[in-house]
DNA sequence: TATTGTTATACTCTATAACTATA
DNA sequence: TATAGTTATAGAGTATAACAATA
């Protein structure tokens, strides 16, 4: 009786990254962009400083995810009113539609849960995501833990 | 009250991500990389073939993959007794030792949880995580529903 | 002097396609 | 002819460091 849990998380995290981006729309969006058209959503026009400190990830990094959606035609640059220096980023009217429908999907979703689906894979599912949560608190837990006592 | 039940998502899965290569050891392994030890320590000696299937990606990728773990000393290729076409990979002296103590975090992490921890945390861990769970249960039925009645 | 965004450089993970050596 | 692993090529995501323009 092995726990075997680190394969499920392995598979569990897997399935959502794809899900982060596949399952919400039709369009290619990788799931790096989707975050990032999603802060952009929640913010509305900010700069890339704004969105590095969102998503956490370096400058440099924005500067390349804001290219592909810019060229993908789902955000724009556009000048800073006050400071020259700044790129405000905002959705375009592509942009605008794909999060507004995004939002409905993920709304949805969550109202109007296993529809079309059969009860034995319900089950099944629900054994092993009890298990992969049960892992999950203790990660959280640890990483928790581990940023408030140890100073490496 | 909107959910914003995506954005833990993203976190967790942030997370996640970062404790499957962090949390379990000292080195500096990457996920996939860990997750080829962990394969290889399941299964013994195979072949990249088989460790392409039980990875699901690329034979192409392992060949990365395997290049940096013999690199670093965690593997080590060798021939395969009756097929002169294949390899066998194999864990070395270090390999073994990371993943046995790997395996032994993983074991105490799952038999003794949360013990230094604030209990505020806790609280508000669950309750985050209590949300996060419930999507993930509607995304994962809603993933095996799609790939059960959809045929585009 | 500090900040914003860029170019330069580099590494990991991933993929497909073509090729070599063997079955 | 089919299979195992490689090289070739490519793209996404990530990082740090140096630099230009602007505050």
Redesign the interface.
Known sequence: ME?R???Q??A??A???Q??SR?FEGTQLTPART?LL?ELHRLGSVTQQALAVALQVSPRNITGLVDGLEASGHVARGEHPTDRRATLVSLTGLGERTMVKMAED??K??TD??????PG??DH??RN?DA??Q???????????AS??EES
Chains 1, 2 share one sequence.
């Open positions: 726990p849990v680190l394969d998380l392995l569990v995290t399935l959502l990254q899900d982060l399952f975050h999603w993920h709304r979703l969550s849960p296993v529809s079309d689906l059969e894979d319900v599912m629900e995501l992969v949560m892992r999950l608190r203790l990660l959280v837990a640890a990483d928790h833990s408030g006592s």
